[in-house]
Structure formats: structure tokens, C-alpha cells
């Protein structure tokens, strides 16, 4: 197949792409070249950007390649439902900007981990610490890559690793050099782009299906369908309703990945419109990355899975010069992406674990050490990307998968550690080590399983539970741990425990990192008119979704 895009990818369409790598990594040298060398600006930005570029920032690390490809591979086998995981990141966005970012820009810390240590004790920050960097590794950049190269090779017959060495140099450069700052600049412009290639891509898919009424002909009423009954394999509802939202709460609350865009903040005000800003973002991709796939499957009965966003891509329903702007917004969701895990990675590494061993070390030093420790995780995770389709033949179903194993005992410790003041340092470390140790059980036995190595009945049938099921009864399970061993007296409080309490029953106010004030009421009516805005134009979707 790939020849035959090869040949309709005409000059013109490789000049916008061009010129849209330079524009990139013009962006990257200009800002590198303008910010200061010391370890604020270089992982946080300096705490200095407003809130617009905050969730252009916070929407472009979240939007990547695992996403055009994933989202339209699962749309294509299943239909619409796989946007109920977009909808619930909406919710919990909310969330994130009206009360939890309040509590972690208060506190001051610099990282998730760091916030652990806070609130608890170093145990839980190392483990914590650990366990992000090769999650890092084994999820966001492996599927990233893994999902990037399926693209490639499919328009110009580049196998997996050459695309991902190629994506990983050119994404390097900037960020590597240039930080936060560069990254999140980018993110500005990638936002626009990735956008309005997916928006072209739909829109000219429709025109070639005959429209929305066309595309219904075309295929099953079922695949319009936003919920499945509870014995679905991947969308049951009750894992939807129950299920997703601890998933989506470790995503967006406590991965630093997203929450390092608003640690760089300037203000509560700035995080929280922000996040509002991002969630206005995420009602898009239902309808520029999930439709795709239906239109692909409409188009072509024949593709599979992952085929699909390619598939569409590689027909000839594009107009000269716009394949290449597509192509261009797709790379743009890559390359944010890697360009966000490669400055997080440094970030966790550099502050979590040289930082405290080596305490006097200079400024210099620290973002020196973070760029290697970013080279380091880039090898790594090229070297891991053929494991990605041991899971499922489906890139966002995989993601899901691994991300529902590893996000309940997180949310637990976090939820508890937030929300109550009796929850101790050795609760939750216990429940970390206990939780993830279940979960990658679980993740070892479906991999056996789909090694036909394992034929145990019982094992059998843990392995068929829906994973969004599953993430339930391990989150019940935490929650337990967290609580019993609470209850063992531990020799003293833990320092800042009362804090943080505190951070949360005042985050409702915006208070800037010197403590001021400012604006505080006429910014949250802001906010709250456009937070129930997005929340009625959700609910109208899912409304819709019920009964069609």
C-alpha cells in the first residue's frame, strides 16, 4: 500500500512538511536560545506561562500519535464508544483545574513524587519516582514510537525503528537544548496544527462517504452506539462509569507528565483556566480522531485495527498539498508528545533522584544531567517498542490496558492522602508496592496467556475480566490496604500532613506563589460559566449516545 501513497505525496505536499519542520525547530533554538540555564526555567518554564499556553500545552502532550492511530483503529473495530474515555478526561480535567492543581502549586513541590515525599515520606517519592520513569518508557514513548512508525511506514515504507530514530532526533533537538520553554512554546503552534490536519481529514472523509447519513448506511447501528452492555470485553459501562474515572484521575491528576504543564504555571488563576481550556479541547478528538476510523472502515471493510487512520491517509481523498498539511498536524501530535516525556523524564530523574543525593550540585549541573538522563530513556525506549502489540493488535486498547493495572493504587494514595489526614506514610507505600504488584500480575498473566503458556482454568478466567472491571476491584482493594494500615500507629506524624489538608479545603481561591490574591471572584465566575458550558454540551453528547 505504502507505494502508492509514495506516489501521491506530490512536491508540494513535501514542501508543507518542510516547512513545517523548520518552523518547529525554529521555535525550539529561539527559545532555548532566550531562557536562563537554571533548573526552573529548564523543567518548569519558571513558573511563567499563562493559561493559554498552559492547556494548549496540557491538550498537545496528551494528543499523540498512539491517539490518530489508536482512536481511529478502535473506532474502526468497535464504533464511537471508545470516546467515552475522551469524555471522562473532560470531567476530570475539571477537576484537576477547580481543586486539585491548587493543592500541588501551594505546596510548592516540582514534582509528583516530591509531592509524595511532602505528604508522606521519601519511601513513597523513590517508588513513586521509579515507577513513572519506566511506565515513561514502556507506554508513552514506546507507543508513541511504535504508533508513529506504523504511520510511516506505511506512506514511505520506513520500517518502525528507522521512523523512530528519525522522530526521536528531530524531537530531541529542541527539546533537548531548549527545555520546558521550548516545548510548551511549541505546543502552541503543534495544538493549531494537529488540530486542523485531523479536522481536514474528517471533513474530506465525509465528503467522500456521502456525509454523516451516509456513513450511518454504510455501518452497523451499533458502532454509533457510545454504550455497550456490561459484558463487553473493552467498553462495558459499568467499567466506563466506574472504572474510567480512576484511570483518568492517575492520568491528568498525578502523572507529572500532564501535571508539569500546570506546575508551570504562573498563578491558581493561570493552572485552572488552563485545565477549562484543555477540557474544551478534548470534546474534539471524538469527532477528528475516533470518526476516522468509522470513515475508514466505511471505506475500505477490508482493514484492521491500527490500519485504519493510514488506510484513509494513504487514499486519495485528499487534494494535493493537503495530505502534506495532514501529515504535518499528525507529526505534530508526535512529536509534543515525546518532546513532553523527554522534559518530564528529565524533570523526575534530575529532581527525584540526583537532586537529593547530591544536594550541592549547581545549576549547571542539574540540567546537564537531565539532558542525559533524557538520552538514556530515548535508547531505552526504542528498544522496547516491538513489545507494544504483545498486549493487543490495537495500540489504545494496549495503552488502556497497562495504564488500568498501574493507575489504582496510585489514585487511592493520592485521593486518601488528599482528601484525609489519617492516612500514614507506611499506608501508602504498602498500598503502592501491594497494588502494583497486583496489577503487574495481571499484566504477566495476559501476556503468558497470549504466549499459550498458561491453559489453568481459574488463571483463565481472572484474564477475561474486562480490565476497566478490573481496575474496580484493585481500586477497592488499595482503598482496603491504605485504610488497615493506616490504623497501625506509626512512631510519628509525618511532616506536612496538616498542610496539605489545608491546600485542598482552601483551593478554591486563586493565590499566586508569593500568596496573593488576585481576582479571585470575578475569575471563577469566568471559569465556572465555562466549566458548565463544556459539562452541558458533554452530557447532551452522552444523552445522545444512550438512545441512538
Not at 11 to 20: H, Q, T
Not at 143 to 159: D, E, P, Q, R, S
Not at 510 to 539: C, E, K, W
Request: include cysteine; glycine fraction near 8%.
Amino acid at each position: 500500500m505504502w507505494d502508492i501513497v509514495f506516489s501521491s505525496f506530490t512536491l508540494l505536499d513535501g514542501i508543507i512538511l518542510v516547512a513545517y519542520l523548520i518552523v518547529v525547530l525554529s521555535f525550539g533554538f529561539y527559545y532555548s536560545r532566550r531562557q536562563a540555564k537554571n533548573p526552573s526555567d529548564y523543567f518548569l518554564s519558571g513558573r511563567s506561562m499563562g493559561w493559554i499556553t498552559v492547556g494548549m500545552s496540557i491538550f498537545a502532550t496528551n494528543i499523540s500519535s498512539e491517539h490518530f492511530i489508536g482512536l481511529a483503529g478502535s473506532g474502526a473495530a468497535r464504533g464511537l464508544a471508545v470516546g467515552q474515555f475522551e469524555i471522562m478526561a473532560i470531567f476530570i480535567l475539571l477537576i484537576l483545574g477547580w481543586f486539585i492543581s491548587p493543592v500541588y502549586i501551594k505546596s510548592g513541590v516540582n514534582t509528583m513524587p516530591e509531592f509524595l515525599e511532602k505528604r508522606f515520606d521519601k519511601r513513597s517519592r523513590k517508588f513513586f519516582a521509579a515507577l513513572s520513569i519506566i511506565l515513561y518508557i514502556f507506554t508513552k514513548i514506546s507507543v508513541t514510537l511504535f504508533a508513529g512508525g506504523i504511520l510511516f511506514y506505511k506512506i514511505f515504507g520506513i520500517n518502525i525503528y528507522a521512523s523512530a530514530i528519525i522522530i526521536v532526533l528531530i524531537t530531541g533537538i529542541y527539546s533537548v537544548i531548549g527545555g520546558a520553554t521550548a516545548v510548551m512554546k511549541n505546543h502552541i503552534f503543534q495544538t493549531v496544527m494537529l488540530i486542523l490536519g485531523a479536522v481536514m481529514l474528517t471533513v474530506f472523509g465525509l465528503m467522500e462517504v456521502g456525509g454523516f447519513h451516509g456513513l450511518q448506511q454504510k455501518l452497523p447501528g451499533n458502532y454509533f452506539s457510545l454504550f455497550k452492555p456490561m459484558s463487553d470485553p473493552d467498553f462495558p459501562w459499568t467499567g466506563i462509569i466506574f472504572g474510567a474515572p480512576i484511570v483518568a484521575f492517575w492520568y491528568w491528576c498525578t502523572d507529572q507528565y500532564i501535571v508539569q504543564r500546570v506546575l508551570s504555571s504562573k498563578s491558581i488563576e493561570d493552572a485552572r483556566r488552563g485545565s477549562i481550556l484543555a477540557a474544551c479541547f478534548k470534546i474534539t478528538p471524538i469527532f477528528i480522531l475516533v470518526l476516522p476510523g468509522l470513515i475508514a472502515v466505511a471505506l475500505f471493510p477490508e482493514i484492521n485495527g491500527d490500519d485504519a487512520y493510514p488506510t484513509l491517509l494513504a487514499s486519495n481523498i485528499l487534494p494535493m498539498g493537503i495530505k502534506g498539511f495532514v501529515l504535518a498536524g499528525l507529526l505534530s501530535a508526535i512529536m509534543s508528545s515525546l518532546a513532553s516525556v523527554f522534559n518530564v523524564t528529565a524533570t523526575i530523574f534530575t529532581n527525584d533522584f540526583y537532586r537529593t543525593r547530591h544536594p550541592e550540585a549547581s545549576d549547571r549541573k542539574l540540567v546537564l544531567v537531565g539532558r542525559l538522563s533524557t538520552m538514556v530513556t530515548i535508547v531505552a525506549a526504542i528498544l522496547c517498542v516491538p513489545l507494544v502489540r504483545v498486549i493487543n493488535s490495537q495500540v489504545y486498547l494496549y495503552l488502556q490496558n497497562i495504564q488500568s493495572l498501574v493507575a489504582p493504587p496510585v489514585t487511592a494514595v493520592f485521593l486518601a492522602g488528599i482528601l484525609s489526614r489519617k492516612v500514614t506514610a507506611r499506608g501508602a507505600l504498602w498500598t503502592l508496592i501491594i497494588g502494583e504488584m497486583i496489577g503487574m500480575s495481571k499484566l504477566v498473566l495476559d501476556m503468558m496467556i497470549s504466549m499459550d503458556m498458561v491453559h489453568n482454568t481459574f488463571l483463565l478466567g481472572i484474564a477475561q475480566i474486562s480490565f476497566l472491571h478490573f481496575t474496580i476491584m484493585l481500586f477497592i482493594v488499595c482503598v482496603f490496604v491504605i485504610v488497615l494500615v493506616s490504623y497501625i500507629p506509626e512512631d510519628a506524624e509525618m511532616p506536612g500532613i496538616n498542610k496539605v489538608s489545608y491546600y485542598f479545603s482552601d483551593s478554591i481561591k486563586n493565590v499566586n506563589y508569593d500568596g496573593s490574591q488576585t481576582g479571585a471572584l470575578a475569575g471563577n465566575r469566568i471559569n465556572l460559566m465555562f466549566s458548565l458550558v463544556i459539562l452541558i454540551v458533554v452530557f447532551i453528547f452522552s444523552f445522545w449516545g444512550i438512545f441512538f
